[in-house]
């Protein structure tokens, strides 16, 4: 590392894999970046800071696969350890820790102790490749592979070296860096130049009110103060003129000394559009978009209408958030049992960063509630239609009842009518069925007209006799 006016730079950015070496060191540079970077550039912690509480916010579920496809998310005992990594830990501080890490170094690592999980430094782990066609050269095998990891306290000549097997070790790397083969990179790297372009902007900044918030001036005198007598007046003007306490005082000249101001202020220099430049440019290595974070050039304009704020809020979470989650899941699955069809997976149904507005909410629930109801209508199992919503339309979940909609009638040729085989015209089964239908309906019609007929005669029967008298 070099240090230039305070801040360290990495001399190399190659301290990659050499022919015939079976490792890869870490990179060098992961101090300078916690020093010079995290900690020195009010923007770089802005981004990271962000990335951390986003990123810490999700938590782990195993998902069901079927036929290739992901189903519902389920909890078990084995998640328990993520949701308590380490004694007054939580699964925030485990994804805090692991995106801070690969935002600082490229790679978080992490081994399972019992039911504890620890972390290793990133900066003191090397990992050793292996190769079965070239195992002396295996850093430059075609097929290269990772088969441990090597733990050096301190760095090269520090404390006891400890080794680990691939799969006893989870390894995040986000970024992949293209001089290696399995090392990851920090989004930092590619943003070095607009940082010390960002922290050189403040320095001049500070500097400007630190004299006084006025530009350069250069100042003339008579020919004959020389000497100590410059020096002496030197001294005093300085003291009198310079500085945040003097700053938009008067400048009282001596008799045939002038004073002519040179440079350009902060506003002549556009130093608001300079500076704000190189903000965006590092927000954009972050994958933060600067209406998002606050940064001030993305609070211009139509950035903070609701529709543009929506869709700035989507594409971080869609194209950075998600990606993130993803690709921890796969590298921390290494260290749990995970069940037979099923994988881990992020569930982020309690992030309100990640919630669609409220009306987009609402007609999402209108339109599953709307396909619910077709489904149901059309006799399929209630059960069967609540997964296929609930999966976001895994049409394989769905059973059907074999019973018609609407009527709820078992299935039969439909004769006549919108549903007949040929419209108006019945089908040759379906008219036989038809008149059969109408020969029993004709003989139970018939039957109950006279079982009518035979009751009211019952009832008339005291009556008969009588009429029968006086119609003689």
């Not at 669609?356 to 209508?377: F, K, P, S, Y």
């Amino acid at each position: 590392m070099l240090n230039y006016n305070g801040t360290l730079y990495p001399l190399s950015g190659f301290d990659q894999t050499n022919a015939g070496t079976p490792q890869e060191r870490p990179d060098p540079s992961y101090l300078g970046y916690i020093h010079s970077l995290y900690k020195a550039d009010p923007i770089v912690y802005a981004c990271m800071r962000f990335r951390q509480n986003l990123f810490s916010e999700a938590r782990f579920q195993f998902q069901q696969m079927r036929q290739g496809k992901p189903g519902a998310l389920f909890g078990t005992q084995d998640l328990a350890i993520l949701e308590r990594p380490w004694p007054n830990g939580t699964t925030g501080d485990l994804l805090a820790k692991a995106i801070t890490d690969a935002d600082l170094a490229g790679n978080f690592y992490c081994v399972r102790d019992g039911d504890v999980l620890r972390r290793l430094r990133p900066d003191w782990v090397t990992i050793i490749l292996g190769s079965k066609s070239d195992p002396r050269n295996a850093g430059v095998a075609w097929d290269a592979e990772v088969v441990g990891y090597e733990y050096k306290p301190l760095g090269v000549g520090g404390g006891t070296v400890r080794r680990f097997l691939v799969e006893e070790v989870c390894h995040f790397a986000p970024s992949q860096d293209p001089a290696a083969r399995f090392r990851g990179m920090s989004w930092l790297e590619p943003a070095i130049r607009d940082v010390l372009g960002d922290k050189a902007a403040t320095d001049h900044k500070l500097k400007f009110f630190e004299k006084g918030a006025t530009p350069n001036v250069i100042v003339t005198i008579p020919p004959e103060i020389q000497g100590e007598k410059f020096k002496a007046w030197k001294q005093l003007m300085s003291e009198k003129s310079e500085g945040l306490e003097h700053a938009y005082q008067n400048l009282y000249m001596g008799g045939g000394s002038t004073a002519q101001v040179v440079g350009a202020n902060l506003r002549q220099l556009d130093f608001k559009v300079t500076q704000s430049a190189g903000e965006v440019r590092i927000c954009v290595d972050a994958g933060i978009h600067p209406a998002v974070l606050g940064i001030s050039e993305g609070l211009q304009g139509a950035s903070l209408n609701a529709g543009n704020f929506s869709a700035a809020r989507r594409l971080v979470s869609d194209t950075v958030f998600r990606m993130l989650w993803r690709q921890f899941c796969g590298s921390i699955e290494t260290l749990l049992p995970v069940q037979s069809g099923a994988r881990l997976w992020y569930d982020t149904s309690g992030i309100s960063f990640l919630q669609e507005d409220v009306t987009d909410a609402a007609m999402i629930i209108q339109t599953n509630a709307t396909t619910m109801h077709t489904l149901l209508a059309a006799g399929y199992e209630p059960d069967s239609v609540t997964a296929f919503v609930a999966s976001g339309g895994d049409y394989s979940l769905l059973k059907h009842t074999q019973i018609l909609s609407v009527q709820l009638q078992q299935a039969q040729v439909i004769a006549q009518g919108k549903g007949a085989l040929v419209q108006g015209v019945p089908s040759q089964e379906s008219a036989k069925a038809q008149n059969g239908s109408q020969n029993v309906n004709g003989s139970a019609g018939t039957a109950s007209a006279g079982h009518f007929e035979a009751e009211v005669r019952k009832l008339l029967a005291p009556f008969s006799g009588a009429s029968e008298e006086d119609d003689r």
